[in-house]
């Protein structure tokens, strides 16, 4: 099956994106002849632009709505969704016959069924997340998005989503869809992990030998055990921890790296070389707080990455993080609380002493060549 025309439609901004990045790339090179654009929203991000966006159709269409700030929040928001209608309308007459639309959460579903009755094009719902019990919105508009989600589900032409427990979940809630699970797995074609380990995170922060080094890649926010660590690594004198990303809580990490020599913060890299730099450090971290159902049922990119890079990681007990990490004996999973990580590693780090991770199962498995092979079944049976 081939198409002419493909949409994707995002509330973020797609140049950032990187799983929409990737699945718009696996499209590009399976259906070559087809026009393949990306609308979303252009967004003061401080990470890294992916090195694929460059080969792709993308617009981050500019809200002027977004700036208003003397208006009430909830208008304020009202005013950036109708902005955002229409000049993805506007945008849309690039494409004047589209045949899928494939629809990046909640946010854009609106204006992917609007755009769905007009052109009669078929529709993929990709929910990034448990959209209606998510870190970030009321109990009010989880609310909303629960009954507008199950109110236009029999529209939805296929369905995609991030772990098998929350593809459960939307089908117990909502009905049986034609579905896949994507994984957040990281673009790893060019990454090819030697036996040899590289030191390039102790040299850049002169970590000593003696130390082993802990890696946190990802949003430095609330939510994610970034305060309980730094209060585990502010005693933990004979470790090292990294913290790789970006976020709104980066000046305090950088105040504990003045105050502190074995806690450091390393600016984002782009999502191609995420890998190369976590393969310097010895362990993962992906502590995640349950603070949502769709955090409690999340599989997280960044472990992924840590495996993929050869790491063992020390994650949360979250069922279907818990059940990765059994299935490829690639780490532990404990409870939140400062005793339970610190015990845990002392665990961890006699299991890498034992075992050696086969990591190669796992790519194998869960890598993101074997994510596109998905992909385009699931658009070749639209």
Known sequence: MSYKNILHLSHTDIRYDARIIKEMYALSVEFRDSKILGIGIELDENNKVSELASELDI?????????????PKAVRHLLTMLEFFI??????????KIE???????????????????????????????????????????????????????????FITVSPEILTWYEQNYGKKKAEVI????FSKNFKLTKKKSSYLRNHFNIPTS?????????????RGINTLLEIFKKEQSRSIVFLGYGNLDQALKNAEQEFENIHVHDAVTPEKVLEVSSSADFGLCLLENVSLSDYLCLPNKLFEYTFAGLFS???????????????????????GIKSIRDKMQEIEILKK????DHQRVFNDCSWEA???????????L
């Open 87 to 96: 000049k993805t309308i506007a945008c849309k007459k690039r494409n004047k």
């Open 354 to 357: 034992k075992n050696v991770l």
């Open 59 to 71: 617009v981050s269409l500019n809200l002027k709505s977004k700036r208003i700030k003397f208006i």
């Open 100 to 158: 899928v639309i494939h629809c990046h959460d909640t946010l854009a579903l609106p204006i992917a069924l609007f755009l769905k009755f007009l052109c009669k094009s078929k529709l993929i719902y990709d929910a990034h997340e448990l959209e209606s019990d998510r870190a970030g919105i009321s109990k009010f508009m989880g609310r909303i998005v629960y009954i507008f989600e199950k109110s236009v589900w029999k529209r939805i032409d296929s």
């Open 211 to 223: 130390h082993p080094i802990y890696l946190y890649v990802g949003f430095f926010t609330h939510g």
């Open 183 to 186: 994984l957040n797995s990281p």
């Open 314 to 336: 020390l994650s949360s007990n979250f069922p279907s993080i818990e059940n990765f990490l059994n299935k490829y004996s690639c780490g532990l999973s404990c409870q939140n």
């Open 371 to 381: 994510q596109e092979k998905k992909i385009i079944t699931l658009y070749n049976d």
